[in-house]
């Protein structure tokens, strides 16, 4: 952790915000001021209820939006506003993502190999077929495939492959940062473990950088080294995944830890999860500013509620 | 629940299968299915997608596709009659004109997983909720309109007397899931099935959802099944655990029988498989390989080619169910007295152990 908080960091978010123009009245405010700091071969997580903006920051990111203010700092260069070819080739190559529904990112019209080798042939990575075809071989293989998948369609696999698929997809890039939009949050949960360990390998031997999107909380600890969580576009609480889980200060954070329902049938049925309503609470994440606490955790708040919520009892899990 | 002679058998499902026509063959999805739920129980059927969790309560409610048949099997259902006499009668040789106008929504009503595609758009909510009632029970308009707001004050829902003219797309994902349990309770019936009712939401609305469920169970005490692919869901509501494999029930018992003492290898896996708070380990545990098609015929036992127990007869014999108490039975070989001794794995014996120590004594005394 601490030779991560000395590196530079691979890509840093500072003040992003997403408007999306509905009416000539109404702006929703997907994102609302969210900074945070991925450091090379770290996974960070985003959580959140839907609607709070962990998918926006992630396309926004991609540059799948347009980002309203703020700024997006990749490897030093600012891809958040208007991209020379430069800084677009460097978004499209180093930069991938993964997608939630793996039966809807592929083209049912293409082979496997022709979906997996686009990004090559779009960015002319290889020097004749022979090339092209070794390489989705190898990649295919990395993901628990076989190179004879190369000739199949999409629906001729199980969602567990599919997903495979589009992580081959992704990885032949050689991507420094991957993006995994809730990846396995639509398949099953001994297909969830496969993949998901799967990705765990993948960064230990390619040393990519994941931002690992999703809403199932025992799913992101396990696969995260920080967490931010976000709520209504704010960015409430981040930390390292021990600080998030061990010593949540945000009610907002705190009623989301409790929500997750244990495997274990005895204290399930009494436990009552902690609740937590933006607007009865009575707290303002405008007013907030991001409060410092140890190591890289950091609470949105102002000083009269941290002090508060530092005051209320641990969170028995 | 303790008291096993005040026990009433609701819905008993009988030596069920049921195999669908596709244009690459016949699926055998449903392949003999024994279950049994009792008044004001909770009844959760785990397993994988395709494990034949959602066909299995698409027969009992009579709603299965085009292309299915039922091979054989019975599903018997115990009711109140208007007339005050218990009736008990096979849902699967009713004709589908009397299942629909006496059964569907009236004494057995299901809760899907996607509230936005099962709930009319067209229509407000107000009038779907009243629409079981003016239908089933020939209620009077103004008597409908009063029991759909305390039905959906029931549900948690505020202002319900505003919401009643709302559209579903006026509403947000757990308020539309409020909406369909409420419609769903509309006709006061005997049996809810709920098909992934939060499979769909946030943890924090899942949690809310829920607990509501549980308190109009203790209210009403209709009996509930749950289908479900999440564990922690199935500990926080099941009395009774069925674990579904290739179409067959493997494993079925008291949730503390399932989660503390789990004695098929599929269970193992999938109770390793679910990362839990407490996880250190850097690996989580998967079960290889994907479940089997059912396409094709499956000799022997369905989850031995991804069992690492198995035994050599697992690829030869169907195991039978080998009972372990009174309420837990499991289809494995290895409670056979000729099988080897084979013990959990450890990492799921350990959790177990910490699981068992995490019910502190007032949980204990609260519980009893």
Redesign the interface.
């Known amino acids: 952790m601490e030779t991560k908080k000395e590196a530079e960091p691979l890509l840093e978010i500072k003040g992003l915000k997403q408007y999306f123009k509905i009416s000539r009245g109404y702006t929703v405010r997907a994102v609302d001021g969210v900074s945070f700091r991925i450091y090379p071969g770290e996974t960070y997580g985003l959580v959140g209820?839907?609607g709070s903006g962990k998918s926006t920051i992630g396309r926004s990111v991609i540059r799948l939006y347009t980002p309203t203010e703020g700024q997006i700092k990749f490897h030093g260069a600012d891809i958040s506003g208007s991209l020379d070819s430069k800084a677009s080739s460097l978004l499209h190559t180093e930069i991938q993502m993964i997608f939630q529904d793996p039966m809807a990112c592929l083209n049912p019209r293409k082979r496997v190999q022709d979906i997996i080798a686009q990004g090559l042939d779009i960015h002319h990575l290889y020097k004749d077929r022979a090339e092209r075809s070794q390489k989705v071989a190898e990649m295919l293989e990395k993901v628990g495939l076989a190179p004879e998948h190369a000739e199949r369609y999409p629906h001729q696999f199980?969602?567990?492959?599919r997903q495979r698929v589009g992580i081959a997809r992704a990885l032949i890039m050689q991507p420094k940062l991957i993006i995994a939009d809730e990846c396995v949050s639509a398949l099953?949960?001994?297909?969830?473990?496969?993949v998901?360990?799967l990705m765990?390998d993948l960064q230990q031997e390619t040393g990519c950088a994941y931002l690992f999107i999703a809403?199932?909380?025992?799913?992101v600890?396990?696969i995260s080294d920080r967490i931010g969580v976000l709520h209504l576009g704010h960015l409430v609480e981040t930390g390292t995944t021990e600080e998030i889980?061990q010593h949540p200060v945000h009610p907002y954070t705190r009623?989301?830890l409790s929500?997750?329902?244990?495997?274990?049938?005895?204290?399930?049925?009494?436990?009552?999860?902690e609740e937590?309503d933006y607007k009865s609470a009575g707290v303002n994440y405008h007013a907030g500013t991001e409060h410092f606490l140890e190591g890289t955790h950091t609470v949105l708040a102002t000083d009269e509620e941290l002090r508060r919520w530092l005051a209320s009892p641990p969170l028995s899990? | 629940m303790e008291n096993n002679d005040t026990r009433k058998e609701v819905l008993t499902v009988k030596d069920l299968s049921i195999s669908f026509d596709t244009t690459s063959g016949t699926v055998r999805a449903i392949r003999g299915v024994n279950l049994t739920l009792c008044k004001g129980e909770t009844l959760a059927i785990v397993g994988?997608?395709g494990s034949g969790k959602s066909v299995t309560v698409k027969a009992v409610i009579g709603i299965l596709d085009k292309n299915g048949h039922v091979n054989s099997g019975s599903i018997a259902f115990t009711y109140q009659h208007a007339n005050g006499e218990t009736v008990t009668t096979d849902l699967l040789s009713m004709p589908k004109k009397t299942m629909r106008r006496h059964i569907n929504g009236k004494r057995i009503a299901m809760i899907f997983q996607d509230p936005m595609t099962s709930l009319d758009p067209t229509m407000t909510i107000g009038a779907q909720i009243m629409e079981g009632m003016r239908w089933h029970y020939k209620t009077p308009k103004a008597e409908a309109y009063r029991r759909a707001i305390e039905l959906l004050e029931l549900a948690g829902i505020e202002d319900a007397e505003k919401r009643m003219k709302n559209y579903p797309h006026q509403l947000s994902?757990g308020m539309r899931q409020r909406v369909v349990i409420a419609s769903a309770l509309a006709c006061d019936p005997e049996i809810l099935i709920c098909d992934e009712p939060t499979t769909a939401l946030?943890?924090?609305?899942?949690?809310?959802i829920?607990?509501l469920i549980r308190i109009i169970q203790k209210n009403t005490g209709i009996s509930v099944i749950y289908i479900t692919?999440?564990?922690?869901?199935?500990?926080?509501v099941?009395d009774y655990v069925a674990v579904m494999y290739a179409g067959k029930i493997v494993e079925k018992g008291t949730?503390?029988e399932i989660?503390f003492d789990p004695r098929h290898p599929y269970t193992w896996?999938?109770?390793s498989?679910?990362?839990?708070?407490d996880?250190a380990d850097?690996?989580?545990?998967?079960?290889?390989g994907?479940p089997p098609n059912l396409l094709n015929p499956v000799p022997g036992d369905a989850f031995s080619p991804r069992n690492r127990y198995a035994l050599k007869i697992d690829d030869r014999a169907e195991p039978p169910m080998f009972r372990i108490s009174a309420t837990h039975y499991a289809a494995t070989w290895l409670l056979d007295e000729r099988a080897p001794k084979v013990e959990m794995p450890e990492e799921l014996k350990a959790r177990i152990v910490r699981?068992?120590e995490?019910?502190?004594p007032k949980?204990?005394e609260?519980?009893e």
């Open positions: 209820e839907s199980s969602g567990g492959q099953d949960v001994s297909i969830q473990a496969q998901v360990n765990k809403h199932d909380l025992s799913m600890k396990y889980f009623s989301l929500a997750i329902p244990h495997p274990n049938p005895r204290t399930e049925r009494t436990r009552a999860a937590y899990l | 994988e997608s994902g946030d943890v924090t609305i899942q949690a809310k829920l607990e692919h999440d564990l922690g869901v199935v500990a926080k099941a949730a503390d989660f896996g999938l109770l498989a679910m990362p839990d708070l996880t850097s690996r989580l545990y998967t079960i290889p994907t699981m068992q995490a019910w502190t949980q204990k609260a519980a």
